[in-house]
């Protein structure tokens, strides 16, 4: 399973002080489901226009984007509608779309309400979440969420390039309900 995303520490480590992605980064992160191991391939493509073109190939094989603003930036969530024309143009259109608004640890200096970036992501369709990559809030149930959900679409046959290796729990009775949080 595959996605594109800015910049989480996935691992739960913030790396203070680590420059701008230059082009794409590519990581693997292994979560566990309902004692089940999904590994899910992360590229992290650079924000900056002057990578647009290489970070722009990255999309068509997506399972999922995950797009994250800067919840103290409301020129970050300002963005979001460019972001999603690129998806639109470049994505399947079978790829789940979750909206992060990130740095929460700095709520005193939010600018964009939850509400407000909650009502944005259901007129777009997307699952929202709010984390710190800083504190690790919320970014490892962003990744249980998202494979919970990917492993649910693969089921129903309708993920990005149909995943063609046996998924966990093949053959076996697992409700993933009871651990997606998506809508
Ligand atoms: N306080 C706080 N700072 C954060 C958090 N996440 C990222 N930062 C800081 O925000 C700045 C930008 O973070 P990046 O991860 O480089 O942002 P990006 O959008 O991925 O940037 P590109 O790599 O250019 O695409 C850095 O100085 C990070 O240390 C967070 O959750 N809380």
Known sequence: MSGVGRKIPIQGLFPPGQGATIGVDFMI???????E??????????????????????????????LTYDIT??????????????????????????????KIDLAERREVSQQRAEEFSEAQD???????????????????????????????????NNVSSPLPGEGKSISYLTCCNFN
């Open 29 to 35: 992160k292994t979560v566990e489901i309902n004692g």
């Open 73 to 102: 930036c409301e020129e970050s969530f300002r963005c979001l509608p460019e972001w999603l024309r690129e998806i639109e143009q470049y994505a399947s259109n079978k790829v789940i779309t979750v909206l992060v608004g990130n």
């Open 126 to 160: 997307m699952y929202y979440l709010e984390t710190s990559a800083k504190e690790s809030d919320n970014v490892e149930k962003l990744f249980l969420d998202l494979a919970c959900r990917l492993i649910s679409e693969a089921r129903q046959n309708t993920l990005v």
């Open 37 to 66: 191991k999904v590994k899910l391939q992360i590229w992290d493509t650079a924000g900056q226009e002057r990578f647009r073109s290489i970070t722009q190939s990255y999309y068509r094989s997506a399972n999922a984007l995950i």
